[in-house]
């Protein structure tokens, strides 16, 4: 069982931090780079859509096996990474939680009243703090690999 729960863990891990790195470093770039606002802003709405459902379907994978693999251990026997990566990972969801009730919600309203300079705004605010849960996410697999 512990094995079944550190692969979905891990996979869920994977899922919500490559998609992240791959909006930010692939598609967000080709998207700028070849259409304009009208047709660039509704594509990433679509695009973020589908990546927040997965986004959120991670975050309660990461919950319902990071909580009882790390009850296996009594706390004190648990590797401070483990610790570090839970912490970091609650500041992720509480980051992703911003996005999702502030600039998410904006955006969209944004781009249906076809507002391209607010929903361009609001697009780069949702960028800005993804590069920041991408960081973090870097920094807990990092303490779980290099702080046992």
């Keep these: ?15 919500w931090v490559g998609g992240m790195a791959f909006v930010l470093m692939a598609l967000r770039p080709a998207v700028a780079a070849l ?15 589908r990546f927040f459902a997965v986004v959120l379907a991670c975050i309660a994978v ?5 909580v009882p693999l790390l009850l296996q251990v009594p706390g004190v026997q648990a590797p401070r990474g483990w610790h570090v990566m839970a912490g970091l990972g609650i500041v992720m969801i ?5 996005i999702w009730f502030a600039p998410w919600r904006r955006t969209q309203r944004a781009v249906a009243a076809q507002d391209w300079p607010e929903g361009g705004k609001r697009l780069n605010q949702i960028a800005t703090l993804v590069k920041v849960n991408l960081v973090l996410g870097f920094l807990a697999i990092a303490a779980v690999l290099l702080w046992r």
Excluded: Y
């Design 1 to 15: 069982m512990r094995n079944l729960l550190l692969f979905l863990h891990l996979a869920a891990a994977i899922l």
């Design 62 to 66: 990461l919950l319902a096996t990071g």
């Design 94 to 98: 509480l980051v992703f939680g911003h």
């Design 35 to 49: 259409l304009q606002p009208p047709q660039r802003l509704p594509l990433m709405v679509q695009v973020l859509r």
